[in-house]
């Protein structure tokens, strides 16, 4: 696979944004506390993530369905945790 | 400019993305709370976005440059409200 400096940033770009909602998945596991996070923001990152996975697939673009998958998959995490009952046992 | 379906869906995934923190920098202006928002995760979506603009330089396309630069700007601005001392005046 043929692999520039400019792919190269792509796919640390990529590892980074995908894995970005990560923390405030555990943050709000930690302190079963997400009254703060907008609901909306989410919404619109997983709708977001959604579409661009769609376009990698018009595309087939590997790496652009991989990493909107995580970040969709993560931004459903975080969403789903925040509409959830706060502090719920 | 050429605009078929794929390069539609990006548009609007691209616009969602950019968007999608928005909302998040709203409540907390109105709110004065981020306790319960990842600092973490603002950094990450902030340097990937920073990333992807660059990666947008390299492979000159204004689009990827253009959402990156305006989600690189409202993650910043979530990550200053963040950052700053909850509940000051």
Known sequence: MQMDGAEMLGLVAGFIGAFAFAPQAI???RTR??????????????SGAVLWAGYGVLREAPSIILWNVVAASLAALVLTLKLRKPRAA
Chains 1, 2 share one sequence.
């Open 27 to 29: 943050k709000i596991l």
């Open 33 to 46: 506390d997400a009254a703060d996070v907008s609901a909306l923001t989410y919404v619109m990152v997983l």
